[in-house]
T-cell receptor, first 114, second 114 residues
């Protein structure tokens, strides 16, 4: 079965410091992995996706994630947090293989302190 | 259209009433997905369509829930005899046909069953 575990439900960082949001996945097949962001009262926006090409994936707003098969991880990072990064972040796995549904993690709420 | 649209954005109903939630996907997108997001959780898959064909309905919680997409474009998610536990955000997404195609999400419909 496929699953996603986001290891931290809340993360607080100071503005200008690095961001690390952790995600581990479980999949019997080669997965596609995504990070989505959800700002308050807004829809889900794609940050980046991994689809078996380069293992280091760059996304919007300075975010990037590295696919590590040996560790079954897909952690999201950003070198320097901005106040506007405060939001909820979801790690997502999709396995294809006849059904392309997304399986979401439980989310990590990022707080950015001034 | 420019993005996925959903209506209504908010729906308050009394227990036992039927509700219909509408999703209008991005023009030309073949696949359409429905998810349900409880407060503090990640979205959970309900069902999805390719064109007008319902490909996977494994996530529908019981037979009070149904979905259709008769002309391969707009979709309706219907909940019959609503219960308080049905209260949640219902999200629709659309994509190009399957595989690694990115899903683009609408703003959601928040349903409150009193």
């Amino acid at each position: 079965a496929q699953s996603v575990t986001q290891l931290d439900s809340h993360v607080s960082v100071s503005e200008g410091t690095p961001v690390l949001l952790r995600c581990n996945y479980s999949s019997s097949y080669s997965p596609s992995l995504f990070w989505y962001v959800q700002h308050p009262n807004k829809g889900l926006q794609l940050l980046l996706k991994y689809t078996s090409a380069a293992t280091l994936v760059k996304g919007i707003n300075g975010f990037e994630a590295e696919f590590k098969k040996s560790e079954t991880s897909f952690h999201l990072t950003k070198p320097s947090a901005h106040m506007s990064d405060a939001a909820e972040y979801f790690c997502v796995v999709s396995i294809g293989r006849g059904t392309y549904k997304y399986i979401f993690g439980t989310g990590t709420r990022l707080k950015v302190l001034a | 259209g420019a993005g996925v649209s959903q209506s209504p954005r908010y729906k308050v109903t009394k227990r036992g009433q039927d509700v219909a939630l509408r999703c209008d996907p991005i023009s030309g997108h073949v696949s359409l997905y429905w998810y349900r997001q409880a407060l503090g959780q990640g979205p959970e898959f309900l069902t999805y369509f390719n064109y007008e064909a319902q490909q996977d309905k494994s996530g529908l919680p019981n037979d009070r829930f149904s979905a259709e997409r008769p002309e391969g474009s707009i979709s309706t998610l219907t909940i019959q005899r609503t219960e308080q536990r049905d209260s949640a955000m219902y999200r629709c997404a659309s994509s190009q046909v399957g595989g690694t195609a990115t899903q683009y999400f609408g703003p959601g419909t928040r349903l409150l069953v009193l």
